[in-house]
């Protein structure tokens, strides 16, 4: 009797019995060792989850940084050419010291009296490189302003992207769960048919193919889904213990009349982040053209002192005037062709700077009629897509209640089921595409 039970043990069919409930178990321990603990929760929209990732993206905050830092250099620029105003206080003891003059073939002891001294000393000086460089502060300023809105505009972009991402696998994953129950359900009645000799053991084995087959796919996708919720955290810069909950559907947020107005929105050259870059691209080159020329301008140069001296003792020398006023006009005159090869070279950056603009004019119309062109295409091959995992689903449980019945065969099943699975496939791409045709017009046409 020890022996049958070793052999039914030991034996392929016992195995094969035995190992669908392991490989579970094992999927439950794998699940389980995957489950993340989350502290808190945190409920956006799609609006709500742009607007949080601007407020703490670090990126964006650095930007936002360096339009204070080139408003603080353009004050630094400005402040050269005003007036300034110093004070200084000085002790001097000469420590007994008398100087000797001869005067008239005589000798005359002059005493060093020990003096203290207070100085006011005011100045300013003008040049036209001074006034070009406040003016090359401005389109700085204009240039960090508008990365600024570049960087956020793209930071926009990445996250809906996230966002409609996470919702595609969410949408398909509930697909996916859906016929998988489905097939496990005709793999365990299978299976009881065949332990009564009604069908071949093979049916049943192929079905529990397919469901282990299914089962991955399920749980790949599931794992798919929390690299995009991480992705979506890393981008909204939140904690990893705080557990996101997106309140948008994918069919809100895939809206018809939305892509149809992206379409049919008109180009302006003018709200286009690179085109803007490029314009202050050529001011700053013709500003440092003047820049150069400028090295050739005279310095005007401004100087008033106020000195106050107390002596502490009687007679000695007092040299110092009490009021100076000194006016200083400075004309560069040769440098060895210096600054003639200064003003060459940003003549020669400037023309570079114009042909940089004027070709990226005349792509920016050919760039725009191809961004529309993508996403009518990704529009209509979403449309495809859906109306593909809409019937491809029928058919699905169609072919299942067929099997159920004994209509259908095993092969035909498999088959039904392995175009379910490549239909959701190229749904979750469509969708990604879509939204990325739609993202990059938009942020193309600088639509907010």
Not at 134 to 162: C, F, G, P
Not at 253 to 277: K, V
Not at 392 to 405: C, G, I, L, S
Request: net charge negative; charged share 20%.
């Amino acid at each position: 009797m020890s022996g049958i039970l070793a052999f039914c043990l030991l034996s392929p069919l016992a195995i094969d019995a035995q190992q669908p409930q392991s490989t579970a178990s094992m999927r439950e321990r794998i699940q389980e060792a995957m489950q993340h603990e989350y502290t808190s929760t945190l409920s956006l929209s799609l609006a709500e989850a742009q607007d949080y990732a601007i407020r703490q993206n670090r990126s964006l905050q650095n930007a936002s940084l360096a339009v204070k830092e080139a408003r603080a250099q353009r004050w630094q620029t400005i402040a050269a050419m005003l007036p300034t105003l110093d004070a200084s206080g000085t002790y001097t003891d000469y420590l007994g010291y008398s100087a000797t003059m001869s005067i008239m073939g005589k000798e005359a002891k002059i005493t060093m009296p020990n003096v203290a001294a207070f100085n006011l000393t005011a100045g300013i000086g003008v040049n036209g490189q001074g006034v070009i460089g406040a003016l090359l502060n401005n389109i700085a300023i204009e240039m960090q302003d508008i990365s600024r809105e570049k960087t956020e505009d793209e930071l926009r972009a990445s996250v809906t992207q996230s966002y409609m991402s996470v919702l595609a696998l969410e949408d398909i994953i509930q697909l996916m769960d859906s016929s998988l129950k489905n097939v496990q359900k005709l793999a365990t009645q299978t299976q009881s048919m065949a332990d009564v000799g009604v069908v071949e053991q093979t049916q049943a084995d192929q079905l529990r193919v397919r469901v282990n087959q299914l089962q991955n796919n399920l749980t790949a996708n599931r794992r798919n889904l929390q690299v995009a919720y991480d992705a979506l955290s890393v981008l909204l810069d939140i904690d990893a213990k705080k557990q996101l909950i997106l309140t948008n559907t994918l069919d809100q947020l895939l809206n018809a009349d939305e892509i149809l107005s992206s379409l049919l929105s008109p180009f302006q050259i003018d709200n286009n982040h690179n085109y803007r870059l490029l314009q202050k691209n050529v001011e700053l080159a013709k500003r440092n053209v003047d820049m150069a020329a400028w090295a050739y301008g005279p310095t005007l140069s401004l100087a008033y002192q106020y000195t106050y001296q107390h002596y502490f003792q009687e007679g000695g020398m007092r040299m110092t005037p009490p009021n100076l006023l000194q006016v200083t006009l400075r004309m560069p005159l040769f440098s060895s062709g210096k600054r003639t090869a200064a003003v060459v070279e940003k003549r020669l950056a400037l023309q570079e700077a114009q042909n940089t603009l004027d070709e990226t004019t005349d792509n920016l119309g050919i760039q725009y009629r191809n961004l529309r062109y993508t996403l009518a295409n990704a529009y209509e091959t979403y449309l495809t897509e859906k109306e593909n995992i809409d019937v491809t689903q029928r058919v699905f449980a169609q072919m299942t209640h067929k099997y159920d019945w004994g209509a259908a065969s095993n092969l035909e099943l498999t088959n039904a089921s392995n175009d379910l699975i490549t239909a959701q496939s190229s749904y979750v791409n469509a969708v990604l595409n879509l939204v990325k045709a739609q993202v990059e017009l938009d942020e193309f046409l600088n639509n907010k």
